[in-house]
């Protein structure tokens, strides 16, 4: 079912609705990388290796469409965790009326999504919409090389991002994430004075079985949820 949540022009889909866009879709990367590996969405479930494969090619070298990296992260990861009956909302472009314009696909959102703003995508649940502005790092995992970029980020919009949460997701060819590196982060960050006030998170996967979200701003927390695949979504029952 789809909301439209007219305070803010966006529009939020079920979860459902948005895993058929992407299996029903036949230019989305993700389908694609699969179809050139040669697998089956079925095949891939419980699968790691190949898994680790396909997220390693889409996903750790970037999508090249930004739309579809959104939506992708959206659904497959970050809706996880929320409970059930949480929405995934996208700003809409001007003019965009759902009373006349019809978002049946994948293709049909990605045409509807409004470019260049600070909101990449949202969770709306249990009556409070959530919103996420997504960086991608796939430098060295030192405390202070995250920090400048997570810094360079704020800084780009002079330290005030509002009420959005600035997600970032950590990519770095070398996985082994140091020693008291999300406290060391934390600190950092709150000498900086931060005039959002939204959360600063940063989010990665462990080891194939968890996918772990650490708000380093204003706050020092982590969540942990089992890692739960794309190819599981879109398979048929």
């Known amino acids: 079912?789809?909301?439209?949540?007219?305070?803010?022009?966006?529009?939020?889909?079920?979860?459902n609705e948005?895993?058929?866009?992407?299996?029903?879709?036949?230019?989305?990367?993700?389908?694609?990388?699969?179809?050139k590996k040669g697998y089956t969405i079925k095949e891939l479930k419980g699968n790691n290796q190949k898994i680790h494969?396909?997220?390693d090619t889409?996903?750790?070298?970037?999508?090249?469409?930004?739309?579809?990296?959104?939506?992708?992260?959206?659904?497959?990861?970050?809706?996880?965790f929320y409970p059930k009956g949480s929405k995934i909302?996208?700003?809409l472009k001007d003019g965009f009326n759902l009373s006349k314009d019809v978002i049946n696909s994948l293709q049909d959102l990605k045409s509807a999504i409004k470019e260049n703003e600070l909101t990449d995508f949202g969770i709306f649940s249990?009556?409070?919409?959530?919103?996420?502005?997504?960086?991608?790092?796939?430098?060295?995992?030192?405390?202070?090389?995250?920090?400048?970029f997570i810094k360079n980020k704020i800084e780009h919009y002079a330290k005030d991002l509002g009420d959005i949460n600035l997600l970032i997701v950590l990519q770095s060819s070398n996985p082994a994430i140091p020693n008291n590196f999300f406290h060391e982060v934390h600190e950092k960050l709150k000498e900086i004075k931060l005039v959002?006030?939204?959360?600063?998170?940063?989010?990665?996967?462990?080891n194939m079985q968890f996918l772990v979200m650490n708000q380093v701003y204003p706050l020092?927390?982590?969540?942990?949820?089992?890692?739960?695949f794309a190819s599981h979504q879109l398979e048929d029952e």
């Open 89 to 91: 909302c996208f700003v």
């Open 1 to 15: 079912m789809t909301y439209y949540l007219k305070f803010k022009h966006m529009i939020c889909l079920d979860k």
């Open 220 to 228: 020092l927390k982590t969540t942990r949820i089992p890692l739960r």
């Open 18 to 35: 948005l895993a058929r866009f992407y299996k029903d879709s036949k230019d989305a990367e993700y389908i694609n990388e699969i179809s």
């Open 126 to 148: 249990n009556n409070e919409l959530r919103q996420f502005q997504l960086k991608r790092y796939r430098g060295k995992l030192t405390a202070q090389e995250s920090f400048d």
């Open 53 to 55: 494969e396909i997220v």
């Open 196 to 206: 959002s006030d939204g959360q600063v998170l940063i989010s990665y996967n462990e």
């Open 58 to 80: 889409v996903v750790d070298r970037g999508l090249k469409d930004k739309d579809e990296v959104e939506i992708f992260a959206a659904l497959f990861c970050y809706s996880e």
